[in-house]
Protein backbone atom coordinates (compact mmCIF):
# COMPACT_ATOMS: atom_id res chain seq x y z
CA UNK A 1 0.00 0.00 0.00
CA UNK A 2 1.08 3.13 -1.29
CA UNK A 3 2.64 6.09 1.68
CA UNK A 4 -0.65 8.26 -0.07
CA UNK A 5 -2.78 6.02 1.13
CA UNK A 6 -1.69 4.96 4.31
CA UNK A 7 -1.81 8.74 4.94
CA UNK A 8 -5.56 8.74 4.13
CA UNK A 9 -8.28 8.22 6.85
CA UNK A 10 -10.98 5.33 7.00
CA UNK A 11 -14.18 6.93 7.25
CA UNK A 12 -17.24 5.51 8.75
CA UNK A 13 -21.00 6.38 8.54
CA UNK A 14 -22.00 6.52 11.95
CA UNK A 15 -25.90 6.90 12.69
CA UNK A 16 -26.07 5.43 16.84
CA UNK A 17 -26.98 2.15 15.78
CA UNK A 18 -25.61 -1.19 16.94
CA UNK A 19 -24.80 -2.14 13.30
CA UNK A 20 -22.58 1.65 13.15
CA UNK A 21 -20.87 0.61 16.37
CA UNK A 22 -19.60 -2.66 14.95
CA UNK A 23 -18.74 -0.97 11.93
CA UNK A 24 -16.72 1.80 13.87
CA UNK A 25 -14.55 -0.63 15.54
CA UNK A 26 -14.15 -2.98 12.57
CA UNK A 27 -12.79 0.24 10.75
CA UNK A 28 -10.55 0.62 13.96
CA UNK A 29 -9.07 -2.94 13.78
CA UNK A 30 -8.58 -2.42 10.09
CA UNK A 31 -6.89 1.07 10.07
CA UNK A 32 -4.51 -1.19 12.69
CA UNK A 33 -3.89 -3.53 10.67
CA UNK A 34 -3.55 -0.84 7.36
CA UNK A 35 -1.27 1.03 9.13
CA UNK A 36 -3.47 4.05 8.52
CA UNK A 37 -3.34 6.45 11.39
CA UNK A 38 -7.13 8.15 11.28
CA UNK A 39 -10.61 6.60 11.58
CA UNK A 40 -12.97 9.15 10.84
CA UNK A 41 -16.07 9.00 11.64
CA UNK A 42 -19.23 11.08 9.56
CA UNK A 43 -22.81 11.37 10.46
CA UNK A 44 -25.56 13.09 8.14
CA UNK A 45 -28.17 15.35 9.32
CA UNK A 46 -30.92 16.61 6.45
CA UNK A 47 -34.38 16.96 6.29
CA UNK A 48 -36.26 16.67 2.96
CA UNK A 49 -38.64 19.78 3.38
CA UNK A 50 -42.20 19.07 1.31
CA UNK A 51 -42.68 21.31 -1.36
CA UNK A 52 -46.51 21.44 -0.32
CA UNK A 53 -47.56 25.09 0.66
CA UNK A 54 -50.13 24.08 3.26
CA UNK A 55 -47.06 21.30 5.00
CA UNK A 56 -46.49 21.92 8.48
CA UNK A 57 -43.24 23.77 9.85
CA UNK A 58 -40.81 21.92 11.27
CA UNK A 59 -40.38 22.61 15.60
CA UNK A 60 -38.07 25.61 16.60
CA UNK A 61 -34.32 23.85 17.34
CA UNK A 62 -35.68 20.63 15.32
CA UNK A 63 -32.53 20.80 13.18
CA UNK A 64 -30.33 21.82 16.06
CA UNK A 65 -31.68 18.64 18.26
CA UNK A 66 -30.80 16.27 15.13
CA UNK A 67 -27.33 17.10 14.65
CA UNK A 68 -26.89 17.06 18.73
CA UNK A 69 -28.01 13.40 18.95
CA UNK A 70 -25.80 12.65 15.85
CA UNK A 71 -22.89 14.66 18.20
CA UNK A 72 -23.96 12.05 20.90
CA UNK A 73 -24.01 9.30 18.59
CA UNK A 74 -20.35 10.13 16.81
CA UNK A 75 -18.94 10.68 20.54
CA UNK A 76 -20.34 6.96 22.09
CA UNK A 77 -18.63 5.62 18.83
CA UNK A 78 -15.53 7.93 19.01
CA UNK A 79 -14.93 6.72 22.88
CA UNK A 80 -15.15 3.16 22.24
CA UNK A 81 -12.38 3.27 19.61
CA UNK A 82 -10.22 4.98 21.77
CA UNK A 83 -10.66 2.74 24.65
CA UNK A 84 -9.42 -0.04 22.19
CA UNK A 85 -6.89 1.83 20.14
CA UNK A 86 -5.54 4.67 21.89
CA UNK A 87 -2.95 5.95 19.59
CA UNK A 88 -5.54 6.41 16.92
CA UNK A 89 -6.72 9.59 15.77
CA UNK A 90 -10.50 9.84 15.48
CA UNK A 91 -11.91 12.73 14.04
CA UNK A 92 -15.67 13.22 13.72
CA UNK A 93 -17.81 15.42 11.24
CA UNK A 94 -21.59 16.10 10.99
CA UNK A 95 -22.69 16.63 7.89
CA UNK A 96 -25.70 18.52 6.65
CA UNK A 97 -26.84 17.19 3.54
CA UNK A 98 -27.94 13.80 1.87
CA UNK A 99 -26.36 10.92 3.13
CA UNK A 100 -25.19 9.05 0.29
CA UNK A 101 -24.11 12.36 -1.43
CA UNK A 102 -22.21 13.56 1.67
CA UNK A 103 -20.65 10.07 1.84
CA UNK A 104 -19.46 10.18 -1.74
CA UNK A 105 -17.75 13.19 -1.75
CA UNK A 106 -15.89 12.02 2.01
CA UNK A 107 -14.88 8.82 0.27
CA UNK A 108 -12.45 11.28 -2.38
CA UNK A 109 -10.23 11.44 0.23
CA UNK A 110 -10.66 8.02 2.15
CA UNK A 111 -9.01 4.67 1.67
CA UNK A 112 -11.78 3.17 2.61
CA UNK A 113 -15.57 4.01 3.22
CA UNK A 114 -17.29 1.62 5.98
CA UNK A 115 -20.85 1.33 6.52
CA UNK A 116 -23.01 -0.85 8.65
CA UNK A 117 -25.33 -3.26 7.25
CA UNK A 118 -28.82 -1.59 8.85
CA UNK A 119 -29.13 1.83 10.18
CA UNK A 120 -31.41 4.90 11.36
CA UNK A 121 -31.29 8.19 11.32
CA UNK A 122 -29.50 10.01 8.56
CA UNK A 123 -28.31 6.53 7.71
CA UNK A 124 -31.67 4.21 7.34
CA UNK A 125 -31.59 1.96 4.20
CA UNK A 126 -28.41 2.87 3.55
CA UNK A 127 -27.77 -0.85 2.08
CA UNK A 128 -31.57 -1.09 0.77
CA UNK A 129 -32.27 -0.17 -3.24
CA UNK A 130 -30.41 2.09 -4.71
CA UNK A 131 -28.73 4.01 -1.98
CA UNK A 132 -26.02 1.54 -1.75
CA UNK A 133 -26.03 0.76 -5.13
CA UNK A 134 -25.19 4.52 -5.50
CA UNK A 135 -22.38 5.01 -3.36
CA UNK A 136 -20.56 1.87 -4.81
CA UNK A 137 -20.80 3.12 -8.02
CA UNK A 138 -19.89 6.57 -7.43
CA UNK A 139 -17.51 6.11 -4.75
CA UNK A 140 -14.22 7.13 -5.10
CA UNK A 141 -12.52 4.21 -2.86
CA UNK A 142 -13.33 0.77 -1.80
CA UNK A 143 -16.85 0.39 0.47
CA UNK A 144 -17.05 -2.40 2.93
CA UNK A 145 -19.87 -3.34 4.08
CA UNK A 146 -19.96 -4.86 7.73
CA UNK A 147 -21.98 -7.69 8.96
CA UNK A 148 -22.01 -11.30 9.91
CA UNK A 149 -19.58 -12.48 12.40
CA UNK A 150 -16.43 -10.57 12.62
CA UNK A 151 -14.45 -12.13 14.94
CA UNK A 152 -14.67 -14.83 12.24
CA UNK A 153 -10.70 -16.82 11.52
CA UNK A 154 -11.05 -18.18 8.35
CA UNK A 155 -10.19 -17.20 4.54
CA UNK A 156 -10.17 -14.35 2.81
CA UNK A 157 -13.06 -15.07 -0.10
CA UNK A 158 -12.83 -13.09 -3.47
CA UNK A 159 -14.97 -13.40 -6.98
CA UNK A 160 -12.85 -13.36 -9.86
CA UNK A 161 -14.21 -13.14 -13.68
CA UNK A 162 -11.07 -11.46 -15.24
CA UNK A 163 -12.97 -7.99 -15.78
CA UNK A 164 -10.83 -4.90 -14.29
CA UNK A 165 -12.68 -4.56 -11.96
CA UNK A 166 -12.42 -7.95 -10.65
CA UNK A 167 -8.41 -7.31 -11.40
CA UNK A 168 -8.97 -4.56 -8.40
CA UNK A 169 -10.55 -6.88 -6.16
CA UNK A 170 -8.45 -9.47 -6.42
CA UNK A 171 -5.33 -7.34 -5.68
CA UNK A 172 -6.93 -5.61 -2.67
CA UNK A 173 -7.94 -9.61 -1.14
CA UNK A 174 -4.23 -10.72 -1.59
CA UNK A 175 -3.29 -7.11 0.37
CA UNK A 176 -5.57 -8.15 2.81
CA UNK A 177 -5.25 -11.98 3.45
CA UNK A 178 -1.11 -10.46 3.34
CA UNK A 179 -2.42 -8.47 6.22
CA UNK A 180 -4.55 -11.12 8.14
CA UNK A 181 -1.95 -13.79 7.43
CA UNK A 182 -4.96 -15.62 5.81
CA UNK A 183 -5.52 -18.13 3.71
CA UNK A 184 -7.06 -16.69 0.50
CA UNK A 185 -10.06 -18.84 -1.58
CA UNK A 186 -10.30 -17.15 -5.40
CA UNK A 187 -13.44 -18.10 -6.33
CA UNK A 188 -14.31 -18.25 -10.36
CA UNK A 189 -17.90 -19.53 -11.64
CA UNK A 190 -18.93 -19.89 -15.17
CA UNK A 191 -22.71 -20.69 -16.21
CA UNK A 192 -23.29 -21.72 -19.71
CA UNK A 193 -26.99 -20.15 -19.72
CA UNK A 194 -29.16 -17.67 -17.57
CA UNK A 195 -32.42 -19.78 -18.56
CA UNK A 196 -33.72 -23.87 -18.92
CA UNK A 197 -35.01 -23.18 -22.54
CA UNK A 198 -35.41 -25.80 -24.65
CA UNK A 199 -32.27 -25.37 -26.74
CA UNK A 200 -30.38 -25.01 -23.61
CA UNK A 201 -31.74 -28.21 -22.28
CA UNK A 202 -30.89 -30.29 -25.47
CA UNK A 203 -27.34 -28.66 -26.27
CA UNK A 204 -26.26 -29.74 -22.70
CA UNK A 205 -25.85 -32.94 -24.16
CA UNK A 206 -23.25 -31.76 -26.68
CA UNK A 207 -20.85 -29.78 -24.98
CA UNK A 208 -17.75 -31.31 -23.46
CA UNK A 209 -18.18 -29.98 -20.19
CA UNK A 210 -14.99 -31.05 -19.12
CA UNK A 211 -12.44 -28.92 -21.86
CA UNK A 212 -14.79 -25.81 -20.69
CA UNK A 213 -14.24 -26.18 -17.01
CA UNK A 214 -10.43 -27.17 -17.68
CA UNK A 215 -10.56 -23.76 -19.82
CA UNK A 216 -11.98 -21.69 -16.86
CA UNK A 217 -9.49 -23.38 -14.35
CA UNK A 218 -6.55 -22.25 -16.37
CA UNK A 219 -8.20 -18.43 -16.92
CA UNK A 220 -8.87 -18.40 -12.85
CA UNK A 221 -4.58 -19.62 -12.19
CA UNK A 222 -3.55 -16.79 -15.44
CA UNK A 223 -5.23 -13.73 -13.28
CA UNK A 224 -3.94 -14.99 -9.86
CA UNK A 225 -0.36 -15.72 -11.28
CA UNK A 226 1.18 -12.46 -10.84
CA UNK A 227 -0.44 -11.56 -7.51
CA UNK A 228 1.18 -14.96 -5.96
CA UNK A 229 4.65 -13.79 -6.95
CA UNK A 230 4.31 -10.97 -5.36
CA UNK A 231 2.37 -11.91 -2.27
CA UNK A 232 4.48 -15.39 -1.57
CA UNK A 233 3.24 -15.24 2.27
CA UNK A 234 -0.33 -15.98 1.03
CA UNK A 235 -2.04 -19.36 0.58
CA UNK A 236 -4.30 -19.91 -2.10
CA UNK A 237 -6.86 -22.32 -2.62
CA UNK A 238 -8.83 -21.62 -5.93
CA UNK A 239 -12.48 -22.63 -6.78
CA UNK A 240 -13.86 -23.35 -10.24
CA UNK A 241 -17.83 -24.03 -10.12
CA UNK A 242 -20.04 -24.01 -12.63
CA UNK A 243 -22.86 -22.39 -10.48
CA UNK A 244 -23.98 -18.59 -9.91
CA UNK A 245 -21.56 -16.31 -8.68
CA UNK A 246 -23.68 -15.33 -6.06
CA UNK A 247 -24.79 -18.59 -4.76
CA UNK A 248 -21.33 -19.84 -5.00
CA UNK A 249 -19.04 -17.12 -3.35
CA UNK A 250 -21.96 -17.14 -0.22
CA UNK A 251 -21.25 -20.82 -0.20
CA UNK A 252 -17.38 -20.58 -0.33
CA UNK A 253 -17.62 -17.25 2.50
CA UNK A 254 -19.09 -18.98 5.31
CA UNK A 255 -16.78 -18.84 8.57
CA UNK A 256 -14.93 -16.36 6.39
CA UNK A 257 -13.24 -12.99 7.81
CA UNK A 258 -13.81 -11.32 4.99
CA UNK A 259 -15.42 -11.47 1.12
CA UNK A 260 -14.55 -9.74 -1.55
CA UNK A 261 -15.81 -8.71 -4.75
CA UNK A 262 -15.51 -6.32 -7.79
CA UNK A 263 -18.17 -3.17 -8.31
CA UNK A 264 -19.11 -4.87 -11.74
CA UNK A 265 -17.60 -7.36 -14.50
CA UNK A 266 -19.10 -9.78 -17.00
CA UNK A 267 -19.00 -13.36 -17.60
CA UNK A 268 -20.42 -14.71 -14.30
CA UNK A 269 -20.27 -11.77 -12.53
CA UNK A 270 -21.75 -9.60 -14.71
CA UNK A 271 -23.95 -7.10 -12.44
CA UNK A 272 -22.82 -8.07 -9.39
CA UNK A 273 -23.84 -5.11 -7.56
CA UNK A 274 -26.52 -4.28 -9.81
CA UNK A 275 -29.11 -6.47 -8.74
CA UNK A 276 -30.28 -9.68 -7.17
CA UNK A 277 -26.79 -10.54 -6.74
CA UNK A 278 -25.65 -7.63 -4.88
CA UNK A 279 -28.95 -8.13 -2.82
CA UNK A 280 -27.68 -11.58 -1.65
CA UNK A 281 -24.46 -10.72 -0.97
CA UNK A 282 -26.16 -7.51 1.47
CA UNK A 283 -28.55 -9.20 2.65
CA UNK A 284 -27.15 -12.67 3.26
CA UNK A 285 -23.24 -12.44 3.71
CA UNK A 286 -22.41 -14.10 6.72
CA UNK A 287 -19.55 -12.19 7.09
CA UNK A 288 -17.63 -8.53 6.33
CA UNK A 289 -17.83 -7.43 2.44
CA UNK A 290 -15.66 -5.65 0.97
CA UNK A 291 -16.39 -4.15 -2.30
CA UNK A 292 -13.85 -2.64 -5.20
CA UNK A 293 -13.60 0.02 -7.14
CA UNK A 294 -11.97 0.31 -10.77
CA UNK A 295 -7.79 1.50 -10.18
Known amino acids: MSEDIVGRPIVVGIDGSDSARQAALWAADEAERRGATVVRLVSAVHIQLSGY???APLPLGFIDELKAEARRGIAKAQLEILSRHAGLAVEVAVLTRPAVAGLVEESRNAQLMVLGSRGLGGFT?????????????HGHCPVAVIRGDVSATGPVVVGVDGSPVSEAAVALAFEEASLRGAELVAVHTWIEYASDNAYATARQFFVDWDAIEKREVELLSERLAGWQEKYPDVTVRQVVARDRPARCLL?????????????????????????????????????PLLVARPA
Not at 125 to 137: R, Y
Open 53 to 55: RGA
Open 125 to 137: DILVGSTAMGLVA
Open 251 to 287: DESAGAQLLVVGSRGHGGFTGMLLGSTSQALVYHATC
